[in-house]
């Protein structure tokens, strides 16, 4: 199980933070990322870390958007400074998880957010 938390209504250029924490009966947790989908667009990539510590980002948060993960806690964060309106949608959180039913993608249940200009 995913939960995510941190969305809300911000103006351009603040900021926000989202968690998300995986629960469960967990042996290993392996990449941890973040979506978002916007009104009438298809849900896209927004940043991944990689168990190993890589990172990876969407060309349009490069620069502006930081993913950590705490691996003691099962739990990845999105640091996301200078908003800008184009960035309002519902972010989701994504988790590649090993537990005793074997290895699958889990889904967070989505948290908006609203950047006003």
């Known amino acids: 199980q995913l939960v995510e938390s941190g969305g809300g209504l911000v103006q351009a250029g603040g900021s926000l933070r989202l968690s998300c924490a995986a629960s469960?009966?967990?042996?290993?947790?392996?990449?941890m990322g973040w979506y978002r989908q916007a009104p009438g667009k298809q849900r896209e990539l927004v940043a991944v870390d990689a168990s190993g510590g890589s990172t990876n980002y969407a060309d349009s948060v490069k620069g502006r958007f930081t993913i950590s993960r705490d691996n003691a806690q099962n739990t990845v964060y999105l640091q996301m400074r200078s908003l800008k309106p184009e960035d309002t949608a519902v972010y989701y959180c994504?988790?590649?998880?090993?537990?005793?039913?074997?290895?699958?993608?889990?889904w967070g249940q989505g948290t908006k957010v609203t950047v006003s200009s």
């Open positions: 469960g009966s967990i042996l290993r947790v392996n990449n």
């Open positions: 994504n988790a590649n998880v090993l537990s005793w039913l074997g290895l699958k993608d889990y």
